[in-house]
């Protein structure tokens, strides 16, 4: 899961979505996906932009307006070094060294899984050659953990598609595998974002060992708990998941169950209790792997794409909020 922080203050998180073989069933929509002849991780990483403009009526607000640098824009960058071409890598912003962690990954086509860790300082990308390192994998879930001051990662799959239910610490220097007294059952494509609101990272879904999963867990920066929410989101993998910092809730869409096999389009968020399905008048298309972060500019959250049942993949834009 990645985590963009800006002035110190959470602001997204993002969801991964991850695609392996499953074993097919009854009616599932996983038998029929091995026929497109490749796997597929389906990881998305979102950066919210949040452009401050200073200027009073008349023609310097004309001219501000006008100015190419007013206007938010893509731009390719040209780093000296860089990690090596992947998909399903983790990502999150480590907000007390103020650069972008990567973490893992897999390179499409000869299945070779990685296990470095870059760090982007804004310019360029470094190796770093920490003293200790996960093993390799891709798709596991990452967040920071703003309480601790530290990047969480949780599980993913290894190399041979083995899911893995191991917790690690980053803080700035190097990888710390924590032993909590309880930790959540291994899996990948899990939903991960921090909630500001009770400072604990909160972990939902994911496929493992054969099943999807619906449990939702809590890092409290020394172990897991197991929640048991009165109410909660149907098991699911590769949701999308944001904390909405306008209402001081998790928001979570979407996701996909193959063994139904169904996508989905509802809308639940956590309130550090438990889970409350919204229904509102409008909603997206049912999709899976959407991106999704919070945007402090408007005080909403922003979903883009994802993938739905059958067809093409999305190009839309939604918001979700008051305004």
């Known amino acids: 899961m990645n985590q963009i922080r800006i002035s110190r203050k959470p602001v997204t998180t993002a969801a991964c979505a991850l695609r392996i073989a499953r074993p097919a069933g009854p009616g599932s929509r996983a038998g029929a996906r091995r026929g497109r002849g490749r796997r597929r991780v389906c990881l998305f990483g979102v950066v919210a932009v949040l452009l401050a403009a200073v200027g009073g009526p008349g ?29 399903g890598a983790s990502m999150a912003y480590d907000a007390a060294t103020g650069t972008m962690i990567l973490f893992g990954g897999k390179l499409p086509g000869n299945g070779q899984v990685y296990n470095g860790t870059w760090i982007w300082d804004g310019t360029t990308w470094t ?48 990888w710390a595998k924590q032993a909590p007294a309880t930790s959540p059952p291994a899996r990948g494509a899990a939903s991960m974002a921090y909630d500001a609101a009770t400072g604990t990272v909160v972990l939902f879904g994911g496929f493992g060992r054969a099943q999807y999963l619906g449990d939702t867990w ?9 929640r048991a929410p009165a109410t909660s989101p149907p098991a699911r993998e590769g949701a ?50 959407a991106s999704m972060a919070y945007d ?23 918001t979700w909020g008051s305004g």
């Not at 310097?60 to 998909?87: E, G, I, Y």
């Not at 949780?154 to 700035?172: E, H, K, M, Q």
């Not at 809590?218 to 197991?226: A, L, R, V, Y």
């Open 240 to 289: 999308s998941i944001a904390y909405d910092a306008a209402t001081s809730t998790v928001v979570l869409f979407g996701g996909d169950n193959g063994f139904i096999p169904v996508v989905y389009n509802g809308t639940w968020i956590w309130d550090g209790t438990t889970w409350t399905r919204q229904f509102p008048t409008t909603s997206p298309a049912a999709r899976l792997g």
């Open 296 to 318: 402090a500019a408007t005080s909403n959250v922003v979903l883009f794409g994802g993938e739905p049942a059958t067809g093409p993949a999305f190009g839309d834009t939604w």
């Open 127 to 174: 190796r770093q050659f920490p003293t200790t390192s996960p093993p390799a994998r891709f798709g596991a879930s990452m967040a920071y953990d703003a309480a601790t001051g530290t990047v969480v990662l949780f599980g993913g799959l290894s190399s041979s598609d083995r899911a893995l239910g191991d917790t690690w610490t980053w803080n700035g220097t190097t």
């Open 218 to 226: 809590t890092w409290d920066g020394t172990t897991w708990t197991k």
């Open 59 to 87: 023609l310097w607000q004309s001219v501000a307006l006008a100015s190419s640098s007013s206007v938010p824009n893509w731009t390719k960058q040209a780093p000296a070094t860089s990690p090596s071409a992947r998909v």
